[in-house]
């Protein structure tokens, strides 16, 4: 399919209505092989360079704002530097989530929302990234009137506390 073709369908789908119908017919006629009863939620990206590298599998629920990438060049574009991506059946990928070239999400599997997914995740698991912590003390904000150094020079490390429930 024509390349500008295929990225006016992509920015189509990704706004237009019809998670279930207009998003998943779209996404097919740009080469995305898409299975049965598959729902896009909005604002979701399909690679727009090789759309034809990426499969979902039947049941699956693409969640908000989720980034879907088959390449990545680094310097001149060659043919074939791309991997696949493949959705296993019944996946749920909750919103804001980024998967990477050359995974594989294995059937049945629940991806927690916003999880960056750099490997293959296996079948039946829920993946995600752990709950948000304390990283440090903030004594400068980061504001424009501070300097990026002056925050990072005023931050303190935070003593961790051992968990009850570990």
Known sequence: MNTILCRILNKLAFVCPGGSSVRVSLQRMRGVKLGDNVFISQHVYFDELH?????????????????????????????????????????????????????TIGEGSVIKGGTVVSRNVPPRVFFGMASAEILGQVSVPLTSQQSYEDFVAGLKPVRRRPRCDR
């Open 51 to 103: 759309p034809e590298a990426i499969e979902v599998g039947d049941n699956c629920t693409i969640g908000l704002r989720t980034s879907i990438f088959s390449h990545f060049y680094w310097g001149p574009r060659q043919n074939g530097n791309f991997a696949r991506v493949v959705i296993g059946n019944d996946v749920y990928v909750g919103p804001h989530c980024l998967i990477l070239p050359g995974v």
